[in-house]
């Protein structure tokens, strides 16, 4: 019989009452809704790995609704709990939690350069106290482009939404821009500064009257929290839109394609338990991502009045019908 058998039931609970469970704070500057698929992903990886959460892992998952004030003030309540390890569905969640705490941070969809001084010295060893995936948003807008030169040959006007309170977001919105005069269209910058419903409808409504058909939105917590109204305003406007993660074609964009993001937040549990055996993020490097998906919604494609060609047909992981 081992010894714990011989220990009278007030010194065992003393014990299970000393041991400490660990709690992940999940800050979204999004809403809880457009978070929900990515934090089903973490906790299925953390399911994989061991970890019953209520029993040897927390997770305490707050949203800020696009409210950059209540992201910080949640970022707060987080550090003064404290919680063990933070988890960012993004580069500004970061940024705020890196300049706020000293908690390690694990980053999902973090920009893919070798180095951001607001976040790691390099992708190989970050050096400070965030590590975590990146996503290839970015540099992958070339190709939602040539997919819509396929759509769309005749495309003229091509507007770029993006969260326009932000740098990182406002940088990734003139990289596609680039991309777009590239291919021979003109492109037209559409900057959400809230997240409303009538500052999504009207900036749809200008790339619309200028005679615009298609729209690229960069992923951000602004576009994601505002992910609906930006995939039904498009439709009544006409407009095709194109997004980065498979949740927008869901919601009725056209078309999605980038990094396979559930993909990334299954991994990114493997990394938020390696930091709670010990490793430090400093040394852990920022990994890429292996896996890619293309979602096209032919619903909306018949709502549009538009044909997707079967050389995009081909390449699809999703068809939503």
């Known amino acids: 019989m081992g010894m714990a058998a011989a220990w009278p039931p007030a010194a065992l609970a003393e014990q299970d009452a000393s041991r400490h469970v660990p709690t992940v704070g999940f800050m979204g500057f999004a809403t809880a809704e457009a978070d929900a698929p990515a934090l089903q992903h973490f906790r299925k990886g953390l399911n994989d790995l061991g970890y019953v959460e209520g029993r040897s892992i927390f997770i305490d998952a707050r ?3 696009g409210d950059v004030a209540r992201g ?24 705020a939690a890196v300049s706020k705490t000293k908690i390690p941070v694990v980053a999902v969809a973090l920009p893919a350069v070798q180095s951001d001084p607001d976040l790691f010295q390099s992708l190989a060893r970050p050096g400070g106290t965030l590590t975590g995936f990146a996503a290839f948003g970015e540099q992958m807008s070339s190709k939602r482009i040539q997919m819509l030169r396929e759509i769309l040959p005749e495309l003229k006007t091509l507007g770029v939404m993006n ?22 269209m003109e492109p037209m910058r559409l900057g959400l500064t809230a997240a409303s419903q009538a500052a999504v409808s009207e900036q749809i409504k200008m790339l619309a009257d200028a005679g615009g058909a298609a729209m690229v939105v960069i992923r951000d917590y602004m576009t994601s929290a505002m992910r609906d109204e930006i995939c039904h305003a498009g439709i009544e406007r006409k407009i095709a839109v194109v997004g980065e993660q498979a949740e927008f074609a869901r919601a009725g964009a056209l078309l999605s394609y980038g990094a396979d993001i ?12 390696l930091i709670l055996k010990g490793r430090k993020p400093a040394e852990m490097p920022i990994q890429l991502p292996t896996k890619f998906q293309l979602v096209v919604n ?19 992981d999703d068809v939503i019908e």
């Open 72 to 95: 910080l003030a949640i970022i707060d309540e987080f550090a003064a709990k404290p919680v063990d390890v933070l988890l960012s569905p993004g580069p500004a969640a970061a940024r």
């Open 163 to 184: 969260n326009a309170t932000d740098p990182t977001f406002s940088a990734w919105g003139a990289q596609t821009m680039l991309e777009a005069r590239s291919a021979g």
């Open 262 to 273: 559930g993909d990334l937040f299954r991994r990114a549990a493997g990394y938020v338990d």
């Open 298 to 316: 032919l619903k909306t494609a018949r709502a549009l009045g538009l044909t997707i060609p079967p050389s995009i047909l081909v390449l699809t």
């Open 63 to 65: 949203a800020a609704n």
